[in-house]
C-alpha cells in the first residue's frame, strides 16, 4: 500500500506572506495610534507647563510614523521635537511693554525685544515688530528659534517617567486589539 502526498508549496508560501503583510500592516497601524496619542499628552503637558499654544507646540513634534509595508517593515514610530522659527508672540505666554521694548515670556524664559512693539497687520496677523530704522516703515516681525530645551528643562524627566514602556505597552496592546477587530482577523 503506497500513499502519494501532494503539497503545493508556493501556495502555502504565498498564504504565510499575505497574513505577515498583514500582521505587519495591522502593527504599524497600533503603533502609529499610540505614537498620535503619546503626541497628544506631551503637547497637553507642555502647554500645561509653558502656557505656549498647542497649535503651535504640535508644529514642533514631528512624528515619523511606522510603515508595515515593503520587504523591511519599519515597525516603530519616533516622535522628535524640532526648533523652527517661529513668531514670538504666538510662543510667548505672556508680553508687557518694559521702557523702551517689549518682554516676552516663553515657558521660563524671558525675552526684550529693544525698540519692540505688539501690533495687528491690515491682513489680520498679529505679532511683536521692530523697526528696522527711524521711518515708520519697514518694520520686522521678530521670530526666535523655539529651542527645545525652552519647553522641555525641568519636565523632561517628569515626562519620560510618565511615558516608560508599561504605558505604551498598555496603550499598544489596546490599539492592536482594537485594529485586529476592525478587519475580523
Not at 500582521?23 to 498620535?36: E, G, L, P, S, W
Not at 495687528?120 to 521670530?143: Q, V, W
Not at 524627566?157 to 476592525?182: C, F, G, H
Request: glycine share 8%; aromatic share 4%; proline share 3%.
Amino acid at each position: 500500500m503506497s500513499m502519494s502526498i501532494k503539497v503545493d508549496i508556493k501556495k502555502a508560501q504565498k498564504e504565510i506572506d499575505r497574513l505577515n503583510k498583514r500582521v505587519n500592516k495591522d502593527a504599524a497601524n497600533a503603533i502609529n495610534k499610540t505614537a498620535t496619542a503619546s503626541r497628544r499628552s506631551i503637547v497637553g503637558r507642555l502647554n500645561a507647563e509653558t502656557g505656549a499654544k498647542k497649535k503651535n507646540l504640535r508644529k514642533m513634534l514631528h512624528i515619523r510614523r511606522a510603515d508595515g509595508r515593503g520587504a523591511r517593515p519599519r515597525l516603530f514610530a519616533v516622535i522628535t521635537i524640532k526648533g523652527k522659527r517661529l513668531s514670538l508672540l504666538a510662543l510667548a505666554s505672556k508680553t508687557e511693554p518694559v521702557g523702551d521694548g517689549i518682554e516676552a515670556t516663553v515657558g521660563r524664559i524671558n525675552f526684550f525685544v529693544k525698540g519692540g512693539f505688539k501690533a495687528r497687520m491690515p491682513n489680520g496677523r498679529t505679532g511683536i515688530f521692530t523697526r528696522k530704522g527711524k521711518a515708520r516703515l519697514p518694520i520686522r516681525k521678530e521670530r526666535i528659534r523655539s529651542n527645545p530645551e525652552i519647553f522641555i528643562q525641568d519636565g523632561y524627566t517628569k515626562l519620560e517617567e510618565q511615558l516608560n514602556d508599561k504605558i505604551l505597552a498598555k496603550s499598544m496592546r489596546k490599539n492592536l486589539i482594537k485594529t485586529v477587530r476592525q478587519f475580523n482577523l
